[in-house]
DNA sequence: TAAGTTATGTTAATAATTTAACAAAGAGAT
DNA sequence: ATCTCTTTGTTAAATTATTAACATAACTTA
C-alpha cells in the first residue's frame, strides 16, 4: 500500500533500537520464536505497545508462535535503513571524536566512516582506527566527492554553528550533533542531538526528587 | 505543598536539558526577560508548552515581561538536582571512558569525577585528566568510602552485566550506561541508558523514510 | 488615574499514546 | 475431526500530552 505522508511516530522510532538490542542479544540464544509477553518482560515495555509498535510496519508475528526472531531483527533493520550504506565523517578529533572513530557500531548498522577532521594542526595527519585526521578545509570538496550523508559534530561549542553552516553548504544530509549549543539548520537537514550530559541531567533530576521526598518524610514523620 | 508522591513526567525532564541549554547561551546575551514567545522560536516547542512546562515546577514568570533568564537558569538548576554534588566514577577506560574522563559537563552540574577503573594491566596507573586509572577489583571498596553515586559503565557488553551486579552491589544510585546490552538492574537503581548508536538508529530510520518516498514518487510518475 | 499592551498561569478542548479487550488464526492434543 | 490453548493483529476505551483560549496581573503611556 505504501504509507507515504505520514511520518512514523517518533515515539515509536525511539523504541525501535530497544527491540533491536533485545533480538540482537536473543539471537544469542537457542530460541527461535519470542511473545509479545516474553519481549514484554525483557523490554519492560507492554506487550499490547510492543504488538502495536510492530504492526505500524507490517504483519511480522505467527499465530500461537509469536515473532520469528532472526526474521523480526532482519526486518527492524530494514526498517532503520540498515540495509544500505551510509557514508559518515567525524569533524572534530578531540577525545570524543577519536572515541567515535573507534565505536564498534557502525558496520552492523551500514555506516561506513570515511573521514575525520580537525582544524588542530596537532591532529592533523593522525591515524585513527586506520584513518587519516585531515584539515578541515578540506571538508567540503570532501562531502561532495565522497557522498558523505552524514557527519559526527564534535567540536567545541564555539565553533560549532559555523561549521554546520560549512557542512550544510556541502549538502551534508544528517548532522549527528554531540555539541551542548543550540545549532540551526534548515528543515531538510536532519539534527540528532546526541546531548551526553542529557543522561547526566536526567540521573540528577530523579536522584533529586527521591532525596527531597526523603526530607519531606522526616519532615512529616515529626 | 510538596508535590510528593506525583513523579515528574518523563517527557518533561527530557525537555528540562533543551530549556537549560538555550538559557546557558542567553546569558552571554545582553537580554535581561525572555517571553515563552521567544523561547519557543528558540527551541521550536509551543509557548504554551513552555509555559505549562514550567508552570509545573512553580511560577517563574513575571507578567507582561517575560521569564528572568538568570533565575530560570538558576531554577532549572535547582530542579536537575545541580545545587549539590553528585560523586561520579567512570568504569572501563577505553576510547569512550577516556572521552567522559575529559568531558566537560561536569563541573556546572556538580558532578565531581572521584575515580576511573578498568581492568586491563596496560590502562592501570595512567592519569586521565589528573585521575589515575585504578583496577576494577578495588571498586567496590571504593564506592562505599567515597561515596559514589553515579557510575558510567563503558565496560565492552560482555563484561557489562557481571560489573553491574557488583555495583549494585556496593551500593550504587545511579548508572550512566553506554553499553549496547540490556542491563538488569533492580528497582532501587536508577539506569539511564546513552547509547550512543541510537542516534544512528534514528537518523537511518528518517533518512530511509524519504528515500523510500522519492522511490514511491518516481513509481507514481510513471 | 485610566486606557491600552503584554505575557503569564490556568482551564478547556483537542490530539496522541497507551492499555485493555477480543475475535480470528493456528498449533497441539485427544 | 474436534476441542483446547496460545498468541497475534486490531478495535475500543482510557489515559496522557499538547494546543488553544482566556481571565488576570502588571507594566507603559497619556
Known amino acids: 500500500m505504501g504509507k507515504n505522508p505520514e511520518e512514523i ?3 515509536i522510532i525511539s523504541r525501535l533500537p530497544v527491540y533491536y538490542k533485545h533480538l540482537k542479544q536473543l539471537q544469542e540464544s537457542s530460541k527461535e520464536y519470542i511473545s509479545s509477553e516474553e519481549l514484554s518482560k525483557l523490554t519492560g515495555l507492554s506487550s499490547s505497545l510492543i504488538r502495536k509498535d510492530l504492526s505500524y510496519f ?3 508475528g505467527r499465530k500461537s508462535y509469536g515473532y520469528d526472531i532472526y526474521c523480526l531483527f532482519q526486518q527492524l533493520s530494514i526498517i532503520m535503513g540498515f540495509n544500505y550504506q551510509k557514508n559518515l565523517i567525524i569533524v572534530g578529533a578531540g577525545y ?3 572515541a567515535l572513530a573507534y565505536n564498534k557500531g557502525y558496520e552492523e548498522r551500514n555506516y561506513k566512516l570515511k573521514g575525520i577532521f580537525d582544524k588542530n594542526p596537532k591532529l592533523i595527519g593522525l591515524y585513527l582506527n586506520d584513518i587519516i585526521v585531515k584539515p578541515v578545509n578540506k571538508i567540503d570538496e570532501f562531502i561532495k566527492k565522497e557522498n558523505i550523508d552524514i ?3 564534535t567540536v567545541p561549542g564555539g565553533a560549532a554553528q559555523k561549521i554546520t553552516d560549512r557542512l550544510v553548504a556541502a549538502g551534508i544530509k544528517g548532522i549527528w550533533d554531540f555539541t551542548e549549543v543550540p545549532l540551526k539548520v534548515p528543515k531538510n537537514v536532519l ?6 550530559n542529557e543522561g547526566l541531567c536526567k540521573l540528577s533530576c530523579v536522584l533529586n526528587k527521591e532525596f527531597n521526598e526523603e526530607i519531606d518524610q522526616n519532615c512529616e514523620q515529626k
Open 151 to 153: 557527519a559526527a559534530l
Open 58 to 60: 507490517g504483519t511480522f
Open 9 to 11: 511516530p517518533g515515539i
Open 96 to 98: 570524543l571524536g577519536q
Open 191 to 196: 539534527l540528532e542531538e546526541q546531548n551526553i
